[in-house]
């Protein structure tokens, strides 16, 4: 499948150059992002943006390079899919489909607002581009391999692509996907975890351990990559390594920060579910001019 | 009026319980906003987590309560959902008095939108053998009904509220609340209102207001969902003779259902049912979606003018 913008590292078409004015149109995109999800919760005065902020690179790298999704046509049968398994972390869903053209700024600035179609948690039923409603963690992955199974019942080339929280991999659910996935040999499932290492109340670490979540995957039978989820050379190597594994499911763990861009954000469990407040939203523009 | 919360009601009862050695905290990664962690600060040896897996916690409550613990479960009421079979099999079934609290019940939970607001958990709890099924109106009552339960030998669901609303009693008046008997907040000949939780500040404001226009309601804070008190609604329906319910919940099953199987069976008399009309809530703010969903003051009062015309 053709990336639909500009063009992926180390692309056996396009040789192995890194085309940089490209990396830069992805930064700038994701900064972009970045600043409407602060603005966002901020002006609902609640939502998510840690995992929003650590998980916003990966989402453009997906949409921007490799998703085949077109806002012209949202409910085309065969487009890729992409499941937001972690809904708290809308506003990064929001942000990138108004890039793409699925969202006006209008829709933005409704966030959470009652008759807006940015719901606080990805609903499909309110919001053209959102291939699935979360909000209950853990439910993404059997969503991914129902859409996968799918695919390959209609002899399909499109591809369902699932992010998933690292506190949400907690869930017992998520296993018994991970099981069947492997049984069923699907090779068009391909998962990201945002491996930031915080949660709701705490850090992983204090919550739940779970010690080489990588090495968990690989238990259950899954071809596994690791990558900087902020590097977006590493991310487009860790797309273009999901493609290239095709007898099977796939995932990356991407090492992120949580809050990632915004200082007083970074790192820190009380911005998982919290607003900036005024103060707060101007430090983090500034930051992320 | 002071303005309180009934999560954090939760949360002070869990402290004011924690000199009994044997209550035990079990949290799966929401604490903070159930207010368990209000006990986790003063006892982390006694708090148990379990991280986001309630089904999980469900059985390792179970575990711990027959084994001479009394522990008390929470997540946000959608979330013990999940666990569901977990709770009907493992705790319900066999009796275990585990005390879950679901926080962030109903609609008035707010912007998260719907994935976050339980609109079934009091009808599904209900179902359940055994059980007990509460959903206090304030920050007091949720304190004094919490404390009650570590001394029941019943699995019980508490549901609590995420925003703050009007406190209605004061600690005194709580103090004399007890499990299983609905507290009467006014009197009067012409109506029954039956409310709980967030709804019950509604229902005193409603009979307020019908008060002005010559219709007088009595109002019942029905905190306890199961065991209905029954004794109370036939003697209601024999002095009011009709009933408005008040729930933020599904009018299917819940408060307004559990009002109705008992007056069908027992004293027929007319009932309008105030709560969500079987559709899914949305974001927005709490108050604004009571009004939206026609849960309002003003949407109780016109219940009201319907069931005395048909009385
Ligand atoms: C089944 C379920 N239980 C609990 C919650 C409440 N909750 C929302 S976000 C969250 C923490 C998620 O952590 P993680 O998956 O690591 O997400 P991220 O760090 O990327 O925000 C919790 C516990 C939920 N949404 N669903
Ligand atoms: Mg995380």
């Known amino acids: 499948m053709q990336p639909r913008w500009g063009r992926t590292v180390m692309s056996t078409e396009n040789g192995t150059e890194n085309d940089f004015s490209s990396i830069d149109q992805l930064l700038e995109c994701a900064k972009s992002c970045r600043r409407n999800i602060v603005k966002m919760v901020h002006r609902a005065n609640a939502g998510h943006p840690g995992g929003s902020l650590s998980a916003i690179d990966i989402l453009v790298a997906l949409y921007k390079t490799r998703l085949n999704v077109d806002a012209s046509n949202p409910e085309d049968p065969d487009r890729d899919r992409f499941i937001m398994s972690k809904g708290h972390a809308s506003p990064a869903v929001y942000s990138i489909l108004h890039e793409m053209g699925y969202l006006s700024s209008d829709d933005l600035t409704k966030y ?178 | 009026m002071k303005l309180a919360a009934s999560r954090d009601g939760y949360g002070s009862a869990l402290v004011k319980l924690s000199t009994d050695p044997a209550v035990i905290v079990v949290e799966a990664d929401l604490g903070k906003s159930t207010k368990s962690q209000n006990f986790r600060k003063l006892h982390p040896e006694r708090t148990i987590s379990l991280g986001i897996a309630e089904q999980n916690m469900m059985l390792v409550s179970a575990g711990l309560a027959t084994s001479g613990y009394k522990p008390f479960a929470s997540t946000f009421a959608i979330f013990t959902e999940r666990a569901f079979e977990q709770v009907r099999n493992g705790i319900a079934r066999p009796n275990i008095p585990v005390h879950i609290c679901g926080s962030h019940g109903g609609i008035h939970t707010g912007t998260d939108g719907s994935s976050a607001q339980s609109i079934e958990d009091l009808a599904i709890y209900r179902s359940l053998p055994n059980m007990l099924v509460l959903h206090p109106s304030d920050f007091n009552s949720t304190e004094q009904l919490t404390i009650q339960l570590a001394s029941t030998n019943s699995p019980s669901y508490t549901r609590t509220a995420r925003n703050k609303t009007p406190v209605i009693y004061d600690e005194d008046a709580a103090s004399k609340l007890e499990l299983g008997k609905g507290a009467i907040l006014s009197e009067g000949e012409d109506v029954a209102i039956i409310a709980c939780g967030v709804m019950v500040s509604r229902a005193i404001e409603a009979a307020e207001g019908l008060s002005r226009i010559g219709i007088n309601a009595t109002v019942v804070d029905m905190h306890t969902i199961k065991p209905l008190d029954g004794k109370l609604i036939s003697a209601l329906a024999e002095k009011c003779g009709c009933f408005v319910t008040a729930e933020d919940h599904s009018i299917i099953g819940g408060l307004g259902g559990a009002v109705a199987e008992h007056l069908v069976e027992n004293c027929p008399a007319p009932l309008e049912r105030v709560g969500v009309s079987d559709h899914f809530g949305q974001s927005g703010d709490g108050d604004e979606l009571l009004e939206q969903f026609s849960m309002g003051t003003n949407h109780i009062i016109s219940a009201v003018q319907r069931t005395i015309q048909r009385k």
Do not use: Y
């Open chain 1, 112 to 289: 959470r607002v009652m008759g807006g179609v940015c719901q606080g948690h990805v609903d499909m039923t309110w919001t053209p581009g959102v291939d699935f409603s979360a909000g209950s963690l853990g439910m993404g992955l059997s969503f991914g391999l129902g859409t996968a199974l799918a695919a390959s019942l209609d002899g399909s080339s499109r591809t369902s692509f699932v992010m998933l929280g690292d506190g949400e991999l907690q869930e017992g659910q998520v296993w018994e996907a991970a099981m069947a996935a492997v049984h069923h040999e699907v090779g068009n499932l391909k998962v990201f975890v945002d491996r930031n290492r915080i949660q709701n109340d705490d850090f992983c670490e204090n919550q739940m351990r779970m010690f080489d979540v990588a090495d968990k995957w690989a238990g259950f039978g899954w071809a596994v990559h690791e990558c900087d989820g902020h590097d977006m050379n590493a991310i487009l190597g860790a797309i273009e390594w999901l493609d290239s594994i095709t007898d099977g499911p796939a995932v990356v763990i991407a090492h992120t920060i949580k809050g990632k861009g915004v200082s007083f954000m970074e790192d820190n469990p009380s911005f998982h579910g919290a607003a900036p407040n005024d103060e707060q939203l101007q430090i983090a523009l500034e930051e992320l001019k």
